[in-house]
């Protein structure tokens, strides 16, 4: 057992040694490929099982039906105007065009929030580049 991790004592089994690469990529648990096995051939009639389920009222088949027909939105791009941002100070009009589409309904507030926080990390690079470059107009 390795001394410098702080729980050593305590883990079963004895830690990677150096170098282990671990797990190969795409290697399944052997649960998985069983289970997956179990269900070869399978698919297509426990999916017209759940789907007669959903539409003879079985509320927890029909969500099942419904989260694969129409997933919840992850990730989708927003597309709303939006000022240059060239300076710091153009980030308060940035934002100001930023809630009133979330106001005006073209965004949500997530996606907002979102936004927001892209605007507040390009506003701090900006920050930092202008830092730097009076730094350098300071330097003899």
Same mark, same amino acid.
């Given at each position: 057992?390795?001394?410098?991790?702080?729980?050593?004592? +305590?883990?079963?089994? $004895?830690?990677?040694?150096?170098?282990?690469? /671990?797990? *190969? +990529? /795409?290697? $399944?648990? %052997? #649960?998985?490929?069983? #289970? !997956?096995?179990?269900?070869? @051939?399978?698919?297509? &009639?426990?999916?017209?099982?759940?789907?007669?389920?959903?539409?003879?009222?079985?509320?927890?088949?029909? $969500?099942?039906?419904?989260? $694969?027909?129409?997933? *919840?939105?992850?990730? %989708?791009?927003? =597309?709303?105007?939006?000022?240059? =941002? !060239?300076? &710091?100070?153009?980030? #308060? +009009?940035?934002? @100001?065009?930023?809630?009133?589409? #979330?106001?005006?309904? !073209?965004?949500?507030?997530?996606?907002?929030?979102?936004?927001?926080?892209?605007?507040?990390?390009?506003? +701090?690079?900006?920050? =930092?580049?202008?830092?730097?470059?009076?730094?350098?107009?300071?330097?003899?």
């Amino acid at each position: 057992m390795t001394a410098s991790r702080k729980n050593a004592a +305590k883990s079963p089994g $004895r830690p990677f040694e150096p170098g282990n690469p /671990g797990k *190969p +990529k /795409g290697a $399944r648990h %052997r #649960v998985t490929r069983a #289970v !997956e096995e179990l269900l070869e @051939g399978q698919a297509e &009639a426990l999916t017209q099982r759940a789907i007669d389920a959903a539409l003879a009222g079985d509320t927890t088949a029909l $969500r099942l039906c419904l989260e $694969r027909i129409c997933p *919840p939105r992850k990730g %989708r791009p927003v =597309v709303f105007s939006l000022p240059p =941002v !060239e300076t &710091a100070g153009d980030t #308060v +009009k940035a934002l @100001g065009a930023l809630l009133a589409a #979330v106001a005006g309904g !073209e965004l949500s507030p997530e996606e907002g929030a979102s936004v927001a926080a892209l605007l507040e990390t390009n506003r +701090k690079a900006i920050e =930092v580049i202008d830092r730097i470059q009076a730094l350098i107009a300071a330097v003899p």
